[in-house]
Nanobody, 123 residues
Framework: QVQLVESGGGLVQAGDSLRLSCAASGRTFSDYSMAWFRQAPGKEREFVAGISRGEITKYADSVKGRFTISRDNAKITAYLQLNSLQPDDTAVYYC?????????????????WGQGTQVTVSS
């Protein structure tokens, strides 16, 4: 139902911040639950943060207090603000969507995916 394109990744130092964007197609963006996942080479794709149709948010324990997920339905875009970045945050970050009123925090449970954007944090 939707097409997703991520942007905003880059190479930063520990302690720096980034803001990732996920541009979506379609005028029914508000009907989807959105999420961010990340994946490092040789590791499973892991849930990072999610936001429901009703603006309820959920975060992985490893990023609570540092990352913030949001959405702008008028701009049909979801965001992930990454603060206090650490080397362990290095991964490809993916935007995902599911036609559910609630957050789906498993990779297999999400229906649509962007191409990913690389975040690299040096020590």
């Amino acid at each position: 139902q939707v097409q997703l394109v991520e942007s905003g990744g880059g190479l930063v130092q520990a302690g720096d911040s980034l803001r990732l964007s996920c541009a979506a197609s379609g005028r029914t963006f508000s009907d989807y639950s959105m999420a961010w996942f990340r994946q490092a080479p040789g590791k499973e794709r892991e849930f990072v943060a999610g936001i429901s149709r009703g603006e309820i948010t959920k975060y992985a324990d490893s990023v609570k207090g540092r990352f913030t997920i949001s959405r702008d339905n008028a701009k049909i875009t979801a965001y992930l603000q990454l603060n206090s970045l650490q080397p362990d945050d290095t991964a490809v970050y993916y935007c995902a969507a599911n036609g559910s009123p609630w957050i789906v925090n498993t990779a297999a449970g999400n229906d649509y995916w962007g191409q990913g954007t690389q975040v690299t944090v040096s020590s």
